[in-house]
């Protein structure tokens, strides 16, 4: 990991021809690198750059969701270089039944109407707190970006096996996460219930 690597990863890449995002009941794109099967839905996240905490958070999510759900396939497509991906895969904790794609060129991401963000939506002064709250709440923190940009918006799609958009979430900031539960039921899938919040014996609420 050097400056120069993290430098990169603040310069502006070359433009792209985005398209409109596909909508809910519109068919989702089709591209030769990703390859979407028909006996079982689809959950398909974009990450930001591999490095960004909240792309962690959200990889973690999906990790946890293909144990939940093997009647759903689950991908999640980097634009950071595969090398260092795959480090940042082991790093957060391994990729579990995700399938991973590579797009370093991001042709994938302008197909499904991802284009680049600003300034505000990278480093507003939400983004930077909800950055620290997640490191305090959660320790997920910032790690070295060693490829891709961090100026690339993220968006989740959940697609049935006839290859429709049932669901999706395009990011309007750094830190807007999806709603997973809401993800998995377009699919026609009922989220695994999550385990009681503890319950707290110091005498405080």
Same mark, same amino acid.
């Given at each position: 990991?050097?400056?120069?690597? #993290?430098?990169?990863?603040?310069?502006?890449?070359?433009? $792209?021809?985005? !398209?409109? +995002?596909?909508?809910?009941?519109? $068919?989702?794109? /089709?591209?030769?690198?990703?390859?979407?099967?028909?006996? !079982?839905?689809?959950? *398909?996240?974009?990450? =930001?750059?591999?490095?960004?905490?909240? &792309? #962690?958070?959200?990889?973690? +999510?999906?990790?946890?969701?293909?144990?939940?759900?093997? @009647? *759903?396939?689950?991908?999640?497509?980097?634009?950071?270089?595969?090398?260092?991906?795959? =480090?940042?895969?082991?790093?957060?904790?391994?990729?579990?039944?995700?399938?991973?794609?590579?797009? #370093? #060129? =991001? @042709? %994938?991401?302008?197909?499904?109407?991802?284009?680049m963000s600003t300034t505000w939506h990278a480093l507003s002064p939400i983004v930077l707190y909800n950055t620290l709250q997640l490191g305090k709440k959660e320790n997920i923190w910032n790690r070295p970006t060693e490829s891709g940009s961090r100026w690339q918006t993220a968006g989740t799609f959940a697609i049935d096996e006839n290859g429709q958009v049932r669901?999706?979430? *395009? &990011?309007? =900031?750094?830190?807007?996460?999806?709603?997973?539960?809401?993800?998995?039921?377009? /699919?026609? /899938?009922?989220?695994?219930?999550?385990?009681?919040?503890? /319950?707290?014996?110091?005498?405080? %609420?």
């Amino acid at each position: 990991m050097s400056f120069s690597q #993290e430098w990169e990863s603040l310069k502006t890449p070359p433009k $792209k021809d985005v !398209k409109p +995002a596909p909508v809910v009941g519109a $068919k989702a794109p /089709v591209h030769p690198n990703l390859t979407l099967p028909t006996d !079982k839905p689809t959950i *398909i996240t974009f990450l =930001r750059h591999c490095g960004c905490p909240f &792309a #962690e958070k959200s990889f973690k +999510a999906l990790t946890k969701l293909s144990t939940d759900h093997k @009647d *759903i396939n689950f991908i999640a497509v980097s634009h950071s270089s595969s090398e260092a991906t795959e =480090r940042w895969v082991v790093k957060v904790g391994g990729n579990w039944d995700v399938t991973v794609v590579i797009d #370093e #060129e =991001r @042709d %994938l991401y302008a197909l499904f109407g991802l284009g680049m963000s600003t300034t505000w939506h990278a480093l507003s002064p939400i983004v930077l707190y909800n950055t620290l709250q997640l490191g305090k709440k959660e320790n997920i923190w910032n790690r070295p970006t060693e490829s891709g940009s961090r100026w690339q918006t993220a968006g989740t799609f959940a697609i049935d096996e006839n290859g429709q958009v049932r669901w999706r979430h *395009i &990011a309007t =900031r750094a830190d807007d996460l999806p709603d997973w539960d809401a993800a998995v039921q377009s /699919v026609g /899938v009922t989220p695994k219930p999550k385990p009681p919040a503890p /319950v707290r014996t110091d005498g405080f %609420l």
